[in-house]
């Protein structure tokens, strides 16, 4: 299926090929979130626009259905292989840890962007404007500091320690979890 807007190309689940290099489907699935931070930074700034209802169902769609299965796959699959395939001089463990807090620490944030998101696509405002725009720029921020740090830090490391047969495991999961048959 062809996208047929930005949104789509957004909101989509990536097609079963992307995942037969999973370390690049991470990596795009970084692009997408950058993207969407872009956007919710935007709506934040002008939540009356004449596009603020397509934006938020557009970023609504992202964070329900594409960032979980996202979280799944570095928590459950990427971050357990690393751990089965690094040194310990590679304090790898420090690294994971710090990446499941913001994991856990995102739980709160997002869900009163979600909530205001959810008043926005049905064209009313947030329940409360200055604390969606503030929750809204603290997760747009913490989701770039996070990408950053796992596009400079543990893809690298991936691309060095997991085996061929790792990034099979790791591409079989992906898609399986996108095909609904895995956690």
């Known amino acids: 299926m062809a996208a047929r807007s930005v949104g789509d190309c957004l909101t989509l689940t990536l097609s079963v090929e992307t995942f037969s290099e999973p370390l690049d489907a991470l990596l795009a699935e970084h ?3 950058r993207a969407i931070c872009d956007l919710l930074d935007r709506l934040a700034k002008n939540l009356s626009g004449a596009r603020a209802m397509e934006t938020a169902r557009i970023i609504l769609t992202y964070l329900r259905e594409q ?10 699959d990427l971050f357990q292989l690393l751990r089965n395939r690094s040194l310990a001089s590679e304090a790898v463990e420090e690294a994971l840890a710090k990446l499941h807090r913001e994991h856990a620490e995102n739980v709160g944030v997002v869900s009163l962007v979600i909530a205001g998101l959810e008043r926005l696509a049905l064209g009313s ?3 409360s404007v200055e604390g969606f725009v503030e929750a809204a720029h603290a997760f ?12 400079s830090r543990i893809l690298p490391l991936a691309r060095t320690r997991l085996t061929r047969k790792d990034l099979g495991r790791l591409s079989r999961r992906m898609v399986a979890r996108r095909q609904g048959s895995v956690d």
């Open 31 to 33: 692009f997408r979130q």
């Open 67 to 76: 960032l979980p299965l996202h979280i799944v796959d570095e928590e459950r």
């Open 125 to 127: 405002p947030p329940e």
């Open 140 to 151: 747009a921020d913490a989701q770039r500091r996070h990408v950053a740090y796992v596009n």
